[in-house]
């Protein structure tokens, strides 16, 4: 797999080159010998020239400059991006015949503030222009990757894992890039989408020819002929370049450059740039800033970023592309950011492509990752694991719920003790109903808890090296992935909400006969023999029972009794003791019909209990995923 990283910039463009399995880092490509490229296009003879070459003095009349800030307002801009884009591709060819067959991937940087639908638009553009397999990235999450993978950098891994802030001030575009423990924050990719190095070119250019006594005619060749334009912006660039390299040199001294307009008549322009003058440039009122200064619209994007990381702000900040080298964005960031480590991109005009190859990287990692993750935690693996060794939770679970329907027991026939219940019927039909909440309930899962994390954990072994060699492909920590009790033990406690409806009717029914019957037996002793306690009360309760044995038959006698309201006082005799008891003597038979409902293929219980285990424990492997994946995109 290799991966291609095209950062198409508005001043500069550069390309790198990164074979996804390999730990060197990613390679520039060379374009026209080389690191970066102007990014100017324009057509000579029919043929698309890029870079230095598309120039008015190189005999081309439609060269075009700072197509990408035009991208989002001019549509004749895509044109000019398609053909840049193709003329780098043609350059790439030139210098590695056959090279692009080789490429699997391509990833294309685009502003912070590009929505979702514009970066869709621009990968199929880019895709129009011959790259395979586009796919877009914001630059500011480019810039970090670079960040973090750079052996050159050198960016204590500490600071980075704590808390970090990219700064990535281009020739169009401000944008930021705010990371906590790895995790891009919410509104972590922001920026200015109009804040670039490429306004202060425009501005160096406007002030010379307004200092120029041939403004007039300098200002019509401008409007006239975008070629000349064009070529007057990119000298404009490099004056501001040249100046910024060595400032403390032009602070005092005047750095100026002659060019030659040829239009309709030659004109001589000349460009000039001292530290008074950048300073005036910088806190000029700028139409495509809305009136406002850089200076200013640097201070309100930085102040953005301070109330975004205020809860935790960075511990390093790191500055690129090429705009970074002016002196004052340095010290604004400084100044806002003072207790960070601030961190310079050593060759920041191709940070931002090897971030970009980086990503691809990482998101091709994370599309592996996902996918099988998914595989495991919706495919047949885990549910075979499941199916194979569900049968071992009968016991467990056949305890749990005896113990529910008990408890259930003890409570509903203390309220009919008390006289909250009128007959012995009626106390069946409430029980019933209690037991049924009850095994719907919080209780069951609560005992079944700790049997439940010993057999899960003895199911997730099997599993276990699976997603261990998964995550070292993926560059994710085994541990993030561990599927000890601890880790799922949450998702586990999800399979309860479904028990009732794995047990199916025909089961409950079957538990809740004999749980009732064994109760029944406990109050009414087979004809009210239980009711015949001490004292006077007691006895008479007994001989009635004896007169009514004797003239009903025992089936009708305790028909009879199940619909007498028996007075409260008679109630007493039946203690909490005596029925435990008599439930107590029905445990194993209890739980022994339990198990035989369970275990009955006619019933499905098996296989509907399988399925949601097997449902709970893929959404906990997927929940435990997707906060692993932080490791892959951080």
Not at 229 to 246: I, P
Not at 442 to 460: C, H, I, Q, S, Y
């Amino acid at each position: 797999m290799k991966i291609l990283g095209f950062d198409l910039g508005d001043g500069e463009s550069a390309v790198t080159l990164l074979d996804g399995e390999s730990t060197v880092e990613p390679r520039v490509l060379p374009l026209q010998g080389r690191t970066s490229l102007l990014s100017a296009v324009g057509t000579r003879d029919g043929h698309i020239v890029v870079g230095e070459e598309a120039s008015v003095l190189s005999g081309v009349r439609d060269a075009r400059v700072r197509f990408k800030s035009r991208y989002l307002v001019d549509s004749s801009a895509m044109g000019d991006v398609r053909l840049f884009a193709q003329g780098v591709m043609n350059e790439l060819r030139a210098g590695e015949p056959g090279f692009m067959a080789q490429v699997t991937r391509t990833v294309i940087g685009c502003p912070a503030g590009w929505g979702e639908g514009r970066r869709e638009q621009y990968a199929r553009l880019m895709e129009s222009a011959g790259f395979p397999n586009v796919s877009v990235v914001p630059e500011p999450r480019a810039a970090f990757l670079y960040a973090r993978h750079a052996r050159g950098l050198r960016i204590d891994p500490a600071l980075m894992r704590s808390s970090a802030m990219v700064i990535d001030i281009g020739s169009s575009t401000t944008d930021f890039a705010y990371i906590v423990d790895g995790h891009q924050q919410d509104l972590s990719l922001f920026g200015d989408t109009n804040l670039g190095g490429g306004l202060l070119d425009e501005m160096i250019l406007m002030r010379s020819i307004e200092a120029s006594p041939d403004r007039g005619a300098l200002s019509r060749v401008m409007r006239e002929s975008p070629a000349w334009k064009s070529y007057a912006e990119l000298e404009a660039r490099r004056l501001k370049e040249q100046y910024f390299l060595s400032e403390e040199k032009w602070q005092t001294k005047k750095l100026t450059k002659q060019l030659v307009i040829c239009y309709d008549e030659t004109l001589m322009l000349e460009l000039a740039l001292d530290g008074a003058v950048m300073e005036a440039i910088i806190r000029m009122p700028c139409a495509a800033l809305g009136g406002r200064s850089f200076v200013q619209c640097l201070g309100d994007a930085l102040r953005a970023a301070q109330e975004v990381s205020r809860a935790c702000p960075p511990q390093v900040v790191i500055l690129t592309g090429g705009a970074s080298r002016m002196a004052f964005f340095r010290d604004a960031c400084k100044a806002a950011f003072g207790g960070s480590l601030l961190v310079l991109c050593p060759e920041p005009e191709c940070s931002i492509a090897r971030g970009l190859a980086y990503a691809g990287r990482v998101d091709e990692s994370l599309k592996t990752f996902r996918q099988e993750v998914a595989s495991i935690a919706r495919g047949e693996k885990l549910q075979a694991a499941v199916n194979a060794h569900v049968h071992e939770l009968y016991a467990p679970l056949a305890q749990a719920l005896f113990e529910a329907a008990r408890e259930s027991a003890l409570k509903t026939v203390a309220l009919w003790r008390r006289g909250g219940v009128d007959t012995i019927r009626e106390l069946d039909t409430l029980l019933a109903s209690n037991i049924e909440r009850a095994f719907s309930g919080d209780a069951v899962a609560e005992r079944l808890r700790d049997d439940l994390r010993v057999w899960t954990d003895g199911l997730m072994r099997e599993l276990e090296s699976d997603l261990t060699d998964l995550c070292m492909r993926c560059g994710v920590p085994p541990e993030k992935m561990s599927l000890n009790g601890t880790q799922v033990s949450a998702g586990v406690s999800g399979v309860h909400l479904s028990l009732t409806s794995a047990m199916g009717m025909d089961v409950l029914s079957g538990v809740l006969g004999v749980v009732l019957g064994a109760v029944g037996a406990s109050i009414c002793g087979g004809g009210g023999v239980a009711l015949v306690g001490t004292g006077p009360a007691g006895m008479i309760a007994g001989a009635a029972a004896g007169v009514l044995l004797a003239l009903l038959g025992k089936g009708e006698m305790e028909k009879l009794m199940c619909g007498v309201k028996i007075p409260v006082l008679l109630r007493q005799v039946v203690t909490d003791g005596a029925v435990r008891a008599g439930v107590n003597r029905q445990q194993e038979a209890i739980k022994r019909s339990i198990i035989t409902a369970l275990a009955d293929p006619g019933s499905g219980f098996s296989a509907r209990l399988a399925a949601s285990i097997a449902g709970t424990l893929g959404t906990q492997l997927e929940r435990m995923a997707q906060n692993a994946e932080m490791s892959i995109c951080a």
